[in-house]
């Protein structure tokens, strides 16, 4: 498997956790104000899922055009 194969499986996962992070943000807005105290930790989890997906696909467009 290729580098650009790999860094895509792992864009895979990466959008996957991303986008469980965002349905877990979603939750607990919903549930307000029930577990305030949590808003912050799964924040900061989703910002980090969404940071790394990025990264993970500016590597990738780059791999590409190389």
């Known amino acids: 498997m290729s580098s650009v194969d790999d860094l ?3 864009i895979k996962k990466l959008s996957a956790k991303a986008m ?5 943000l979603h939750d ?3 549930e ?3 577990n ?3 808003i912050m930790s ?6 980090d ?7 993970a696909r500016k ?6 055009a190389a």
Do not use: C, D, G, I
């Open 20 to 24: 469980n992070m965002k349905m877990n």
């Open 42 to 47: 799964v924040a900061q989890e989703t910002h």
């Open 49 to 55: 899922a969404y940071a790394a997906l990025e990264a």
């Open 36 to 38: 305030w105290t949590n």
């Open 8 to 10: 895509k499986a792992e």
């Open 32 to 34: 307000l104000p029930v």
């Open 59 to 64: 590597r990738l467009k780059e791999l590409e």
């Open 28 to 30: 607990l807005s919903e």
